[in-house]
């Protein structure tokens, strides 16, 4: 048996806790150790939940082509070269980038990932396959292959994964948008939209379409924040990936104006999608507490991702792991 000591994340505090592993079985219990621990310090934390990427163009980064720092360039649908290289490439090429992705996350024991999948039912059902052999589960937003409301392949994309991902409202017409954003609630499924990354986008027209979250929100003004915050609708922010195309990322802005805020690694081309790297990034960054920081990766996600709701996925897995302070370093996964 090994013998952890430290603290104990509960959803929002830590507390003094230790864990015993054994076989493979991690028990965790409240107050102090009567027996000398093997290591002391750690963090005994729910596996973290990775809110945001697009596991699709993991492939890209193995082929060590220089990527652009430009969002237009590089991302923006249906042009930037990313998408030009989703068209071309093989399924094999991606499914291998793909189970690479969840293979990190597993060994880093990430409970489960949230993914904005690109290539309509096919491009959702390849991420599924890809994901079944591992114990990270996979939350996937499919998408449109056009930006018309089809009820078809939109229920075709339903019927498999756990919601819809918009690019960003500006790509739509926004009637057609509505339509899909009514179409996914009113299937008790996830929709979630990229909004005000690259420049603002209006908020009441955003919110109108009844969001579960937002991603990035880094052009957001005060105003818009007060209003998120009102709404409870809750904003992913991946600040490596903002920081990569140049953007600042208005996180404390964010907290302060009472924005419920998590955490997402974006595009698997740029980072590896390693949350607890991208809340360590976080938290020295901005100087956050780590109980802020667990918030934004263990907590907040489970009540989006509720695991009693109808999604395709549960939360699997260990209910604790144990990591270092600093977040980066996982201790025991089991
Ligand atoms: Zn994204």
């Known amino acids: 048996m090994e013998l952890f000591a430290g603290e104990v994340f509960d959803g929002k505090r830590l507390a003094p806790g230790f864990a015993a592993l054994e076989n493979g079985i991690l028990e965790v219990h409240p107050g102090e150790t009567e027996d000398k621990p093997d290591r002391s310090g750690v963090l005994i934390i729910p596996p973290p939940i990775n809110m945001h990427t697009h596991v699709g163009d993991a492939f890209i980064a193995e082929r060590g082509i ?19 290289l989703l068209a071309e490439a093989g399924d094999d090429e991606v499914t291998n980038g793909i189970e690479k992705c969840i293979g990190l996350m597993e060994n880093r024991g990430t409970a489960a990932f949230c993914d904005f999948r690109e290539g309509g039912r096919k491009g959702a059902a390849l991420l599924l396959d890809a994901a079944s052999g591992f114990s990270t589960a996979p939350f996937v937003l499919g998408r449109p292959a056009g930006t018309n409301y089809d009820v078809c392949e ?3 994309i339903l019927k498999i994964a756990d919601g819809i991902g918009i690019s960003s409202m500006s790509d739509w017409d926004y009637d057609e948008l509505q339509k899909v954003a009514d179409h996914a609630k009113r299937s008790g499924k996830l929709f979630a939209l990229h909004a005000s990354e690259r420049v603002r986008e209006d908020i009441d027209l955003i919110l109108a379409l009844m969001p579960d979250f937002l991603v990035h929100m880094a052009k957001g003004t005060r105003d818009d924040f007060g209003k998120l915050a009102t709404a409870g609708v809750p904003v992913v922010v991946c600040p490596r990936s903002n920081e990569f ?16 805020v998590m955490l997402g690694t974006d595009n698997a081309m ?21 109980e802020e920081v667990l918030y934004m990766i263990c907590a907040r996600p489970r009540k989006v991702l509720n695991p009693d709701a109808p999604f395709q996925n549960p939360v699997r897995g260990a209910n604790y792991i144990v990591v270092e302070r600093n977040l980066d370093t996982v201790v025991v996964s089991p």
């Open 245 to 260: 195309f140049g953007i600042w990322t208005p996180l404390c802005e964010m907290l302060d104006a009472g924005v419920e």
């Open 154 to 156: 939109l229920e075709g």
């Open 270 to 290: 740029l980072f590896e999608p390693d949350i607890l790297a991208e809340a360590a990034h976080a938290m020295a960054k901005w100087n956050l507490s780590v």
């Open 66 to 84: 220089e990527l652009p720092r430009d969002i237009m360039e590089l991302v923006a649908p249906p042009h930037g070269l990313k998408h030009r």
